[in-house]
């Protein structure tokens, strides 16, 4: 990750979150920084278009459903949004309609 890329996904985070949604909480915490801690981005010609961060947790945490992969912060800019569905029904979280998506675990 080069520092523009850093800055693009803090920016969109910030938009997104902050601005458009309106969250109160940080947009970034300790885990964006964990060894562990995987980002994922996608590029266009407008730059970052979509970015996510997947964690990985030793021992499943309280509310992770026993999990110990976990995809976050999934945050897209608002011209490239509504073009896939995932499987689960739309909850609320932070005032936000949200669609969940889970894989079962391979072998």
């Known amino acids: ?3 523009d890329d850093a800055f ?3 920016a969109l985070r910030t938009s997104v979150f902050s601005l458009e949604q309106r969250i109160d909480e940080e947009g970034l915490d300790a885990r964006d920084r ?3 801690t995987l980002h994922v981005w996608i590029r266009d010609d407008a730059g970052v278009a979509s970015s ?3 964690l990985e947790n030793d021992e499943p945490r ?3 459903a026993d999990a110990r ?3 976050g912060r999934v945050v897209t800019r608002a011209d490239r949004r509504g073009r896939l569905r995932a499987l689960q029904d739309e909850h609320f979280e932070a005032g ?3 669609i969940g ?3 079962a675990p391979t072998a």
């Open 52 to 54: 996510l961060r997947v």
């Open 34 to 36: 964990d060894e562990s």
């Open 96 to 98: 936000i309609p949200h």
């Open 62 to 64: 309280p509310g992770d």
């Open 101 to 103: 998506m889970r894989r």
């Open 1 to 3: 990750m080069t520092p």
């Open 69 to 71: 992969r976990l995809i």
């Open 8 to 10: 693009e996904i803090v």
